[in-house]
DNA sequence: TATGTTACTGAACATAATGTTCGTCATTAT
DNA sequence: ATAATGACGAACATTATGTTCAGTAACATA
């Protein structure tokens, strides 16, 4: 990719998380983008169409971090034998959106969220999918599977907005608590 | 309430649903309003000043009859004895979702979803608040708290997704099921 | 170093939405 | 009947949108 390219990339996520800092999502016009990241109007439709698409760009872009190949691949073992690894998996999906330079937080923030989590929930989908035949409880499996991604995706946003004030193992422990999985 | 006002609010209320019939609410556009509704520009502004404005206010229309005092109240005790009333509060909820005149689906949809899940987990979570000291987890409360708002919140919107095809009863039962309360 | 390609600039433009103001007219409550 | 209130609609300034285009700078390659 072109560095000119690269950089004016750079520059619009960057704005947006600078922008995102103090005010929500839907309140961000990308005249104020542009300002932001001191580019041509006509650049950053070169870009982006639209608003919507940045953030997804933006979104996809944590996601393909936070769910490795690895991660999405058929459920690992880990030593312990009897646990199937999920635990182990969504420890590490905790680390990396710690770890995600993104301004997660502000994505977060009320109406951006809807979307972010909307994408978030089509990789937790998939991934548990994998899992679900395991679970022993009286209740359909489309059910169950909504509300182990759902309940999962608020659980993240949770501890996203509480500053992430439990490590990664202590809010998957508790998550699993609550659930009874694994 | 004079009158006109409440003539032209129900105006309003009616066009913002016919058009979430169509559109994605972030897309809808006070303009689209003022004409769907078929009344003067200034009017609509002498009624909201925002369209979220309106959006809140519908929100809190509709819940003023899901969540009713007596809902609200301290926890009942049914015949059975050993369960606290919590499922039949929660059957309740559905049911007042189901009979609801205003346009629900449109509201859940993607962008002023995100509005309405905030203002009915806070609802939900002065509910749930007073059930909590019962359970028995090995996980901080507020982590629990939000666990149960905001699986049941999720549970709520895949039902209404999904076009409400299991009857309340059934998918309360799922849910306690899951969640393991009562 | 020369060359063709690609990307950013910046200004201009048409279109459309926002939010406010104000004089006029119709409906309301008493 | 009358005073108060609300709706009307037109006009207005402001702002955002999305597109176009000629000019210029940075790039890759040979």
Not at 14 to 32: D, M
Not at 89 to 117: A, P, Q, R, W
Request: glycine share 4%; proline share 1%; with cysteine.
């Amino acid at each position: 990719m072109d560095r000119r390219q690269q950089k004016t990339r750079d520059a619009i996520f960057k704005a947006f998380s600078t922008l995102l800092e103090t005010k929500r999502y839907g309140n961000i016009t990308v005249q104020e983008i542009i300002d932001e990241a001191n580019i041509g109007r006509s650049t950053f439709y070169a870009h982006f169409d639209t608003k919507d698409e940045l953030l997804r760009t933006m979104c996809t872009d944590i996601f393909s971090h936070v769910f490795s190949d690895e991660l999405m691949s058929e459920k690992t073992h880990d030593f312990s034998g009897n646990n199937n690894g999920l635990e182990t998996k969504l420890t590490h999906i905790l680390y990396h959106l710690k770890d995600s330079e993104k301004n997660i937080v502000g994505i977060l923030s009320c109406d951006s969220g809807e979307l972010f989590m909307k994408y978030f929930k089509g990789y937790l989908t998939e991934m548990f999918s994998k899992y679900l035949n395991e679970t022993k409880v009286n209740a359909p499996a489309d059910f169950v599977l909504n509300h182990l991604v759902g309940s999962f995706a608020e659980t993240v946003r949770w501890w996203i907005d509480n500053r992430m004030k439990y490590t990664p193992e202590e809010t998957i422990r508790y998550y699993i608590e609550v659930t009874h999985i694994a």
